[in-house]
């Protein structure tokens, strides 16, 4: 009987099968339908790569293009409520007879042919379309020879199309505001911090060009050593090598830190992910060091090295739509490889440099050594730990994997990737019955982990938790096979939980820095209370409760203010439970708090941030210093009896 009725079924489906079922897009509608093939993720602007800031530097993309053509050199930009945006440049402005076209037709653009643009970031003509396709509004004004055409859309599509006389300079002007749709950008906002630093990486990549954003002035004189000198959170041990050439350029030192610090750019484009450019560096910079010195490892050449390339390339091929990771293996369709290219830049230019600058030859040697020593005196312990890792990662008990890895060069998933570290098994637990398997992973701790401040790499190897932890994240050798986006911290918000957490982030810091300056590193937010009433009468008709079973109504608070706001909207009498503890938690309600919508503060570390020095005052052995410190500014508030007024 069931096979018959899957027969007549399968029939049914055969025959409903017509030529009403094949549909044609227009590219807006793809676009909207499909944004994550054009934009990446949706996000709201909490984390850099989120699609508002991919649809803001489209834009800026175009006027860039413009100032390595020699047209317009200053760029303004404005972001008013932190949700409308309007670019202006003062290059030749979007030819107006194709103008329309230019903004809202797909496959369409003026960087096919490199004789316009000799070696641009957008060459497919997807770019700036996507940005009106996902716009509620969008307004497009190209100033060209005393005439300004004037285009407005919305949601992709045209609403009003005007040419008349004007006194403005020529160049673009460019204004939308994202779709707050659901489906597309809910509840965003655009935060200030991520929006200037994407700012300072265009300056960095373009000397000369000034960018004037919300009224301030981002200006960079000398390049990627510029870059360097704010990202370094730890000194250097010599003066910034920066050479240039003609499509390249370099800059370099070492630090007294651990691990390796690598920023890459093609074309102005930030390539978080690196690619053929980053990797052939990282290669011929040890190479040619090593060829110097006549001797010495690959690995002690580069540790503590903090770095940045930039390259230009004709035609670049990038590994997604938002071009975070180069793909191209040739500087042009005809010339060398950019392996090749790389590499002779910098045997020649570095190999000048050092025999010039005997003295910084000298400091690179010294460090070099240090790493050699250190290294040779943990030989043992560490291939002692490498074999318990291999054997522990067949069953780890204290990591719950998941499916999809960062690692996962293919899969369209691996954003997603994250893995929770986690106080004991309580709350392990939790977090394991309420994970997403495919793309959500969790490392138990067994109580605190030891303070590693001080310590040498060798702890790294001794100590059977930290070495299962380096082992899970796959970071011994860098973070090019980092196998989870996301690295979130996740303790009790009471003391105890308070400090776990500092002491794993001390172990980034000491160990691992590129973990945090990169953005993996993230503090999980669980909800402090939890306020629910059973009456279905409530002062909040949004919040009414109109099932009849008299489920209860709950709100789940992250703060003081937010539980007080609970209390009067859930009046009278509300039911308050106070979490001591993740593992206090169920299953059930777990799997809200770390969901899609789920709260994270991301671990950052700014120019003024000296780490060794933070890590010093807070973790080091001055207790006596902290301790006063705590004295003078302890604050003492005295309790009072709650007050509500429920009229």
């Given at each position: 009987m069931s096979d018959e009725y899957t027969m007549q079924e399968n029939n049914q489906q055969t025959v409903d099968y017509s030529d009403d079922?094949?549909?044609?897009?227009?590219?807006?509608?793809?676009?909207?339908?499909?944004?994550?093939?054009?934009?990446?993720?949706?996000?709201?602007?909490?984390?850099?790569?989120?699609?508002?800031?991919?649809?803001?530097?489209?834009v800026i993309d175009n006027s860039i293009d413009e100032f390595k053509m020699k047209a317009g050199d200053r760029i303004e930009i404005n972001i008013m409520d932190n949700l409308r945006v309007s670019v202006r440049d003062y290059g030749r402005g979007i030819p107006q007879g194709k103008m329309i076209e230019a903004v809202s037709v797909l496959n369409t653009g003026g960087k096919y042919d490199s004789k316009a643009f000799k070696k641009s970031i957008g060459l497919n003509g997807v770019g700036v379309k996507a940005v009106n396709a996902l716009s509620t509004h969008f307004e497009v004004h190209s100033f060209r020879d005393g005439k300004v055409r004037k285009a407005a859309f919305e949601c992709g599509k045209l609403v009003s199309d005007v040419t008349e006389p004007t006194q403005d300079e020529n160049g673009t002007y460019i204004y939308f505001e994202p779709d707050d749709d659901a489906k597309l950008f809910k509840d965003y906002k655009f935060h200030d911090e991520i929006v200037e630093n994407m700012l300072r990486n265009y300056t960095y990549l373009n000397t000369g060009l000034a960018i004037m954003y919300n009224g301030r002035r981002i200006l960079s004189r000398h390049g990627l050593e510029d870059l360097l000198k704010d990202r370094m959170t730890n000194d250097p041990l010599y003066p910034i090598i920066h050479l240039k050439?003609?499509?390249?350029?370099?800059?370099?030192?070492?630090?007294?830190?651990?691990?390796?610090?690598?920023?890459?750019?093609?074309?102005?484009?930030?390539?978080?992910?690196?690619?053929?450019?980053?990797?052939?560096?990282?290669?011929?910079?040890?190479?040619?060091?090593?060829?110097?010195?006549?001797?010495?490892?690959?690995?002690?050449?580069?540790?503590?090295?903090?770095?940045?390339?930039?390259?230009?390339?004709?035609?670049?091929?990038?590994?997604?739509?938002?071009?975070?990771?180069?793909?191209?293996?040739?500087?042009?369709?005809?010339?060398?490889?950019?392996?090749?290219?790389?590499?002779?830049?910098?045997?020649?230019?570095?190999?000048?440099?050092?025999?010039?600058?005997?003295?910084?030859?000298?400091?690179?040697?010294?460090?070099?050594k240090e790493s050699e020593r250190e290294r040779k005196a943990m030989a043992g312990v560490t291939k002692l730990a490498r074999e318990r890792a291999k054997k522990a990662n067949l069953h780890n008990r204290k990591l719950r994997d998941c499916r999809i890895h960062y690692s996962d060069v293919k899969n369209e998933r691996k954003e997603e990737s994250c893995i929770f570290i986690t106080e004991?098994?309580?709350?392990?637990?939790?977090?394991?019955?309420?994970?997403?398997?495919?793309?959500?992973?969790?490392?138990?701790?067994?109580?605190?982990?030891?303070?590693?401040?001080?310590?040498?790499?060798?702890?790294?190897?001794?100590?059977?938790?930290?070495?299962?932890?380096?082992?899970?994240?796959?970071?011994?050798?860098?973070?090019?096979?980092?196998?989870?986006?996301?690295?979130?911290?996740?303790?009790?918000?009471?003391?105890?939980?308070?400090?776990?957490?500092?002491?794993?982030?001390?172990?980034?810091?000491?160990?691992?820095?590129?973990?945090?300056?990169?953005?993996?590193?993230?503090?999980?937010?669980?909800?402090?209370?939890?306020?629910?009433?059973?009456?279905?009468?409530?002062?909040?008709?949004?919040?009414?409760?109109?099932?009849?079973?008299?489920?209860?109504?709950?709100?789940?608070?992250?703060?003081?203010?937010?539980?007080?706001?609970?209390?009067?909207?859930?009046?009278?009498?509300?039911?308050?439970?106070?979490?001591?503890?993740?593992?206090?938690?169920?299953?059930?309600?777990?799997?809200?708090?770390?969901?899609?919508?789920?709260?994270?503060?991301?671990?950052?570390?700014?120019?003024?941030d000296q780490v060794q020095k933070l890590l010093e005052y807070y973790m080091g052995k001055n207790t006596m210093e902290r301790q006063n410190f705590i004295i003078d500014n302890l604050v003492i508030e005295e309790d009072k009896p709650e007050e509500y007024d429920y009229e």
């Open positions: 079922n094949i549909k044609t897009l227009t590219g807006t509608e793809h676009i909207r339908l499909r944004p994550g093939m054009y934009i990446g993720r949706l996000g709201d602007g909490s984390f850099p790569e989120d699609g508002i800031y991919v649809l803001l530097k489209e050439g003609d499509d390249i350029e370099i800059a370099f030192t070492h630090a007294n830190q651990y691990g390796e610090e690598y920023y890459s750019f093609v074309n102005g484009q930030h390539t978080t992910q690196g690619g053929t450019h980053q990797s052939a560096f990282k290669e011929h910079i040890a190479k040619t060091i090593k060829e110097f010195f006549g001797k010495y490892e690959y690995g002690d050449i580069r540790t503590g090295i903090v770095a940045a390339i930039a390259i230009n390339v004709e035609e670049p091929v990038f590994e997604s739509q938002t071009k975070i990771k180069l793909g191209s293996t040739q500087m042009a369709p005809d010339g060398d490889t950019i392996n090749k290219y790389v590499g002779d830049f910098i045997k020649q230019h570095v190999d000048n440099y050092l025999h010039i600058h005997q003295d910084v030859a000298e400091v690179i040697e010294n460090k070099i004991g098994d309580s709350a392990s637990g939790s977090i394991t019955k309420s994970r997403d398997v495919n793309t959500q992973a969790v490392f138990s701790l067994r109580g605190k982990p030891l303070n590693c401040f001080g310590l040498t790499k060798k702890v790294v190897y001794e100590n059977e938790e930290f070495n299962l932890l380096q082992a899970a994240l796959d970071i011994e050798e860098g973070l090019d096979t980092l196998r989870y986006n996301k690295v979130i911290v996740a303790t009790d918000a009471d003391v105890d939980g308070m400090h776990i957490r500092l002491l794993i982030i001390t172990f980034f810091l000491q160990f691992f820095p590129e973990l945090i300056k990169k953005g993996h590193v993230y503090v999980l937010q669980t909800p402090l209370f939890r306020v629910r009433n059973k009456r279905t009468k409530v002062k909040n008709k949004e919040m009414r409760n109109d099932d009849k079973k008299g489920d209860f109504i709950t709100r789940y608070c992250y703060s003081e203010e937010e539980r007080l706001q609970a209390i009067q909207d859930l009046a009278p009498d509300p039911e308050i439970t106070r979490f001591k503890g993740l593992g206090e938690i169920s299953p059930e309600e777990f799997a809200g708090f770390i969901g899609p919508d789920m709260r994270l503060e991301q671990v950052t570390l700014h120019k003024n």
